[in-house]
């Protein structure tokens, strides 16, 4: 049984670009979650997709988007980056949308310069 | 709306001694509560959940719905127990449906000293 795996590990855009990181759910869970942890926080909810649909969405705007495909991966796509979008973006997945048992990827180090 | 409050940063205890990382909760209504460690460069995992009633590793937790607390507690704490703690709580928004999330709070960052 894999875990969740997200790619790349790190990356580093300029200000106004665009970026899309993945991830890969753990075998048998319908649902993805995106997180963003910046630097001495704790991580703070971005969206939740659940059977390809997206079913709850926290405080960030709209140029953060997201996909699930049918086999349960998920991107996370950001437009316009903006410097204090630099941080660590955590891809979750689980068996349910209920919040408990969820399995942490390893997540993607953001930087905007 | 949700709100997760971690008041210690930084929490430093001796090898044998007892530890308890501090979490209280605002919420209206029954959240599930969760503990999740991050050991140094591992990912985030979960450590405990109040649904389940379990102890992991000798760390507990009781939900104190009166005082909106879900306190962390080992009795003896051990030099592994080094970690960077977050209590974080699920349930659905305000606007019901199936908009669940984990909100975490700011995280502890437990040292065992030998």
């Known amino acids: 049984e894999t875990g969740v795996t997200q790619s790349p590990t790190h990356l580093i855009k300029t200000r106004g670009q665009q970026v899309t990181l993945r991830c890969s759910s753990q075998?048998?869970?319908?649902?993805v979650s995106w997180y963003q942890q910046a630097l001495g926080q704790g991580p703070q909810f971005i969206f939740q997709?659940?059977?390809?649909?997206e079913n709850g969405r926290g405080n960030f705007p709209p140029r953060f988007s997201g996909l699930q495909f049918p086999n349960y991966s998920s991107e996370l796509n950001v437009n316009a980056l903006e410097l204090d979008d630099s941080a660590l973006y955590l891809c979750?997945?689980?068996?349910?949308?209920w919040g408990y048992g969820y399995t942490f990827g390893s997540g993607t180090r953001l930087t905007v310069v | 709306a949700q709100r997760v409050t971690q008041p210690e940063k930084l929490l430093s205890v001796f090898k044998g001694a007892p530890v308890e990382l501090k979490c209280n909760y605002s919420?209206?209504?029954?959240?599930?509560l969760f503990w999740y460690v991050q050991y140094s460069r591992q990912r985030l995992q979960l450590l405990l959940r109040?649904?389940s009633r379990e102890s992991i590793k000798g760390f507990t937790a009781d939900l104190n719905k009166g005082e909106t607390s879900f306190h962390l507690k080992k009795p003896f704490a051990q030099e592994e127990d080094s970690a960077m703690y977050y209590c974080?709580?699920?349930?659905?928004?305000?606007?019901?449906?199936?908009?669940?999330?984990?909100?975490f709070g700011k995280g502890t960052l437990l040292t065992v000293n030998p």
């Open positions: 979750a997945s689980s068996q349910s949308y």
């Open positions: 919420y209206s209504g029954s959240p599930e």
């Open positions: 109040h649904i």
């Open positions: 974080a709580l699920s349930g659905p928004s305000n606007s019901g449906g199936s908009n669940y999330k984990l909100t």
């Open positions: 075998s048998g869970h319908n649902t």
């Open positions: 997709y659940y059977r390809e649909e």
